[in-house]
Structures are given as C-alpha cells and as structure tokens.
C-alpha cells in the first residue's frame, strides 16, 4: 500500500462532497422523501454488521447520496460514502432485498480497501503520481488529486478476485441484516434481462459477467442462509416490493 488509509479517506471525503456539489446545483440531490428515507433504513440495518468484518467502522463519518438520474449504478467510496442512482431503483424495479445486495457488495469494497489498494498499485506505476503531490497542497490541488483518485477506485474494473471478495461479503452483510441473500441472484437476473443487446451500463462496466456472478452466488447460499434466518428481519413496511 503506497497510500494511507487516512489519506485515501480524506480524498474521497473530499470526491464525495464534490460530487454532491455538482448534484445538488443541478437540482437532482435527493435529500428526503420515500426512496430517500428507503435506502436510509437500509443502510442503517446493514452499517452495524460491518462491525463482524472491522470494528474501525464504527469510527467511520458513514453518508449516504441519492442522485435523481438514469443511471445503473451504485458505489460506496473508502470511508463509507454511499451514493445510489434513481435510475438503477427505478429501472430495475428494485426490492428492499436486492437494493441490499447492491449496497452490501458496494460497502464490501470499502471494507477490504480496494480502492486503496488499486491507487497504490496506480501509484506503483507511476500513473497517479499526482495524488500525492497534490493532495499535500491547498484544497484545488486536493479536488484534483480526489478527482483523479476516484477515476481508479470506480472507473477502472476491479479484479476478479476482488469481486468475488466483495460478493461473499455483501452477500454476508445483508443476511446478518435480515435481508434474504436470495436478493443478490434476483438482481443480477434483472440487470441481464435490462442490458440485453446493450452497451453496458456504467454499473456492469465494473464486474464481471452476470451469469457468472448468479453461479459463484448460488454457491454462497448455503454458508449465508443460517445467518439470514436467525437474523431480526426488517418490520413488513419496509420490505415493500416496487
């Protein structure tokens, strides 16, 4: 690791926020409402049980950004900083189950530093140098260096082992809160029948296969469905199917 953990949070503290910026002065930043308030309970059932993979977390500034925009995708930056697109809720017509699996994988990336890990590896190769020159300077220079920080940590695929990682985790993550684990076959179903005969989406541009993925998470079942069934389920208002 060429960066610190520190560092690479303060960085995408400060992508975040921009990102935000940008957002809200297009008028599409959702703050409140029914969506909004749907992902917030989600969250707040799935953010306790990362404690089972790093007790750190509980000292992580956790947020959480819903942008109107038709968009397929979903991400959650180092440190916590959840953002979901409209598009992907409403296109896929997302339960609370499946909106689980997707925010679980996402906050799994953040877990094991995988986009630490992938800056380090860019800095090792010389193709973000800048980072840590910039990021020592005043806050432009540090929009910049989070700029460029956040191409490699969301743009650039992750490696399939790291997915993998991410899967087993989320897939963890959101039977330990209650949701059924089945959610995370039914949503990749979606995504392959929603993309067919299109360009991929930005959210599929990062993973691997479709088909695959349901293979390697039929596979899982079996380890997460104890944690799911002995696990306080969520009040029957918020498993509302779209």
Not at 88 to 103: R, S, V
Request: charge should be neutral.
């Amino acid at each position: 690791m060429m960066i610190s953990s520190a560092e690479v949070d303060r960085l995408s503290a400060i992508s975040y926020n921009e990102q935000n910026q940008k957002a809200k002065q297009k008028n599409v930043l959702v703050t409140s409402g029914p969506t909004y308030d749907r992902l917030k309970f989600i969250a707040n059932r799935l953010i306790p049980q990362t404690e089972a993979f790093r007790d750190d977390t509980k000292q992580w500034d956790w947020r959480l950004s819903l942008i109107d925009a038709p968009v397929l995708n979903a991400t959650c930056a180092p440190g916590g900083k959840i953002t979901f697109y409209t598009g992907i809720i409403e296109e896929l017509k997302l339960n609370d189950d499946e909106i689980a699996a997707i925010m679980g994988h996402e906050i799994a990336h953040a877990l094991r530093e995988h986009g630490r890990e992938r800056v380090s590896q860019a800095m090792a190769q010389n193709l973000a140098v800048n980072v840590a020159m910039a990021a020592a300077g005043g806050y432009g220079s540090a929009v910049s260096a989070a700029n460029q920080m956040a191409h490699y940590v969301f743009v650039l695929p992750n490696s399939r082992e790291n997915e993998s990682e991410a899967d087993a985790i989320g897939l963890e993550l959101a039977a330990r809160a209650g949701y059924n684990p089945m959610g995370a076959i039914t949503v990749w179903q979606k995504m392959i029948k929603a993309t067919k005969g299109q360009s991929s989406p930005e959210f599929l541009s990062t993973h691997p296969s479709g088909e695959t993925r349901i293979e390697q998470l039929t596979a899982l079942m079996p380890a997460v469905e104890p944690l799911y069934k002995a696990a306080p389920k969520p009040p029957q208002s918020n498993q509302k199917k779209m």
